[in-house]
């Protein structure tokens, strides 16, 4: 199964489709960590909910290694807060 194009998710986080395959998601989730930006934060909030907890961990963690100042972003925080409140 392919992965979904990052312009596909940002065009329709909502309702693009999410594969099924554990290690597309995994991969997907890499991929999301490297793309995430101020600019399309808000787009990204809307799909990552829409990954296993375990996959927005993965990303969570990447983002913040990569650029500690997103995951202040308030769409993102969004996304993570429930996580981190959980640890």
Same mark, same amino acid.
């Given at each position: &199964?392919?992965?979904?194009?990052?312009?596909?998710?940002?065009?329709?986080?909502?309702?693009?489709? +999410?594969? #099924?395959?554990? /290690?597309?998601?995994?991969? =997907? @989730?890499? =991929?999301? @960590?490297?793309?995430?930006?101020?600019?399309?934060?808000?787009?990204? /909030?809307? %799909?990552?909910?829409?990954?296993?907890?375990?996959?927005?961990? *993965?990303? =969570?963690?990447? +983002?913040? &290694?990569? #650029?500690? /100042? *997103?995951?202040?972003?308030?769409?993102?925080?969004?996304? %993570?807060?429930?996580?981190?409140?959980? =640890?």
């Amino acid at each position: &199964q392919d992965l979904p194009k990052l312009e596909a998710i940002i065009a329709d986080p909502e309702n693009v489709a +999410v594969p #099924n395959d554990p /290690s597309v998601k995994f991969a =997907l @989730a890499t =991929l999301l @960590a490297e793309k995430l930006t101020e600019g399309n934060a808000k787009e990204l /909030s809307k %799909f990552l909910p829409r990954l296993p907890i375990e996959c927005r961990v *993965l990303c =969570l963690r990447m +983002v913040r &290694q990569r #650029n500690a /100042s *997103l995951i202040r972003n308030e769409h993102i925080q969004k996304v %993570f807060k429930p996580i981190v409140d959980r =640890l």
